[in-house]
């Protein structure tokens, strides 16, 4: 069969009319799914429920003798700042356990620097303008965050490799850029992982402002599909180090995807200067965070031995919730109207429709049911620039369910297709008659 | 025996000989005591090594089938809002339930004001000077805060009945002062409850300022030691709702002296209007805090006749600590060189030496290796004007440990004072001859 684009219009139209009965036939059955975000399925939620009951009375101090249930530590109890620290690939030391939410020492060090600023710098708070460099697409979470603060993001564009390093080393000389965002490990949404290069610019980066920040956010550290042949990120700490540029960067990971989403801890890794500032500032906010699900963890995963066994748990029976997604989507791409990544981890597929259709596929799946990440969300400000970005996370959903959604996203990328190759061949707005409004 | 001030300058010095030397005997022991923190003891954290195993797998939904271990429920789950909500006077709804630390949720509510401002006000960061009421003695960690901000920490008298409203209403009349820190109940250090007076004033409180907020951290809201006859605290949310300004206090409250001090969960209640100011600036920051803790403590508390049967158990551990410490407090009430407070409730003791005396006091202790909290700290900025108010933490050492500390404690109060008295009668500064420096 030839691609969408090689048929006439009589045959898309025709081919349009089919789509759309198929449509209101799903839409007739009430679906109520959701593929929105990247949450972990019941059963890999199940894999961690030793951790209900891994502790008992008189055995709850450190290693070092220290009563997790009480106040102290600010930083974390020793056994999880080693955990933690290896997964993140920096130094125990200078590894600060936080709560459930890694977003909230990213959060922390950005309000940190706001009110405060960082080491021998101004305040954010007090320059006219911050600007944040925000490779797309990307985490809405991150970009979310930077825009409340009141920053502009300026969009960088992702390579198969990573951001695209000739922008990013264009926009470090204006001052006012002082951060970055990266998630360099089967990045959301596109699941690819920096390669060596990519990280070895970003740590040889000579920005215009001295307290210009990497917010490397390794959330898919230890989150491989392929525990075969799993993707390796260059470590950007000691890379970092090696230039004597180890201040550059903030560090987070969390177990949010390794145990519990609703119950695990955070960690932020950082060169000691950086250390010593933010614990000089969370000092006045907390006395500490929660030691005793910090044991938990630590008595859950003694070594890294554990966290990749317990990991490869998680692949198997996530492999085949992204292959059920992988080979629903092939058709589309032998029909010209889509391409996407095939990860090797993470949590996300990233799906490119033709341009112009990710918010058409948007509306048409919710009004038949299933709720996807909104179209455009992945980029600064919410606005894909050609339309075409769809996340898709398919994590949670059963396979059953899993199935049905798929089938349907793919049924609304054709119709969108078809209505938007018709709209552009007569230059007219898209038809929009029948029912699918 | 008259008290110190009666006695000749011989006698004195004869004593103060006498003092010298049972301080030697003491010290020679190396004892290494801490009565420096509100730190509940090992076997008050024994009380609550039921949640340790209280979920089952299986069970950890919430009352509404919301699955706990995974992400979601920004603002906590039912069953711990209606808890925390109960407990510190305020509708459920309204409660958001936060991380292991209230001092957190309070960081929260200036770091946004100072960032954001408050609804229709200007943040805080763009204002010149703000100032903070700090009723004194209290809690060094709010003054810490205030003070790590860059406000100015205004002093206020405390009372018996609580902060002196005369002032209050008077400072407020500056529309720089943008709020007040309150432990309302069983107050730190002090021990005292406010009076209905003393809330009723502060609930029709007009301040120049619109975003002026009370901070009223109810720490100790269910923590009576006299289980018989607990201080009752007029609800401030009521009052203020009475009057129209629901939106000038923050309330909060934490189970870290309930459950674990280094495991519990912590709460804020509000305004409507405050509450979706709040969540609006929290959801950039976290997806939601650790529900798996939450559904911990609401099944160890369905209720508040839960609540009340388990703080009975802590006042019974409690009651013979803080009997023992105001027993050896006795003689100095006697001999005129102290003054101290009763407590219902609470976790403090504060003793009053005669002015000038309190520094001494705390050197004298440590160098013999009993830790007070600094003197000076319950006051802004560190300094106690008159320097005399010691706080007591008898909470934490074993009573026999306690003994040992107490009896030292007024061993170096009795010195201190009478180096006071006789450097006061010669107007030279105090004698430091002898062993004691």
């Known amino acids: 069969m030839p691609g969408y684009q090689e048929l006439d219009s009589a045959r898309l139209l025709s081919l349009l009319d089919e789509l759309k009965t198929e449509y209101e036939e799903v ?10 975000r990247g949450k972990p399925g019941t059963d890999q939620l199940d894999l961690s429920d030793a951790m209900l009951a891994n502790l008992k009375p008189g055995e709850l101090s450190t290693e070092g003798g220290f009563e997790c249930r009480n106040y102290g530590l600010l930083d974390g109890i020793p056994e999880a700042k080693r955990l933690m620290g290896e997964i993140l690939g920096v130094s125990p030391e200078t590894t600060f356990i936080g709560g459930n939410a890694s977003l909230s020492l990213m959060h922390d060090c950005i309000t940190f620097s706001f009110i405060h600023g960082l080491p021998g710098a101004t305040p954010w708070c007090r320059q ?27 969009p960088v564009a992702m390579t198969a490799e990573g951001p695209d390093m000739d922008q990013v080393e264009a926009l470090i000389r204006d001052s006012a850029v002082k951060a970055i ?10 699941g690819i992982t920096f390669s060596d290069t990519v990280v070895r610019r970003m740590a040889a980066l ?19 599909l392929d525990t075969q042949n799993p993707d390796i990120l260059l470590n950007l700490m000691e890379e970092l180090e090696r ?10 990971t969390s177990t949010s995807k390794i145990t519990y989403a609703g119950g695990g801890i955070s960690a932020a890794g950082m060169s000691k200067t950086n250390f010593d500032w933010f614990m000089a500032h969370k000092t006045v906010q907390t006395i500490g965070y929660d030691k005793v699900n910090q044991l938990r963890h630590a008595r859950m995963f003694p070594d890294m031995g554990h966290v ?15 292959q059920t997604v992988l080979d629903m989507l092939e058709p589309l791409g032998r029909d010209g109207i889509a391409s996407w990544n095939k990860p090797n981890g993470g949590y996300f597929i990233s799906l490119d429709t033709l341009p112009g259709c990710a918010k058409r596929v948007g509306q048409l799946c919710k009004e038949a049911g299933v709720v996807l990440t909104t179209p455009g969300a992945t980029f600064p400000y919410g606005k894909d620039p050609e339309d075409k970005n769809i996340r898709i996370a398919p994590t949670l ?17 054709r119709i ?20 699918a409004h």
Chains 1, 2 share one sequence.
């Open 181 to 190: 965002w990266c998630v360099p490990k089967y990045s959301n949404p596109l």
């Open 27 to 36: 839409r007739a059955k009430g679906l109520r799914l959701d593929m929105s």
């Open 128 to 154: 006219d303008t911050v600007k944040v460099l925000c490779p797309s697409p990307g985490y809405d979470r991150h970009f979310a965050m930077a825009e409340h603060f009141g920053f502009e993001l300026v």
């Open 206 to 224: 000579s920005p215009a402002a001295p307290d210009f920040r990497i917010y490397w956010d390794n959330a898919y550290a230890v989150h491989h």
């Open 243 to 252: 230039n004597g540029r180890q201040d550059m960067a903030f560090t987070f």
């Open 397 to 413: 959903p059963p396979i059953s369910e899993l199935e049905q959604a798929a089938a349907l996203l793919c049924l609304c990328v």
């Open 416 to 435: 969108a297709s078809a209505e938007k190759i018709l709209a552009d061949r007569t230059g007219s707005s898209r038809p929009r008659a029948g029912a």
């Open 308 to 322: 990749t066994a317990h990991m490869a748990k998680h692949a198997a029976i996530l492999r085949p919730k992204f």
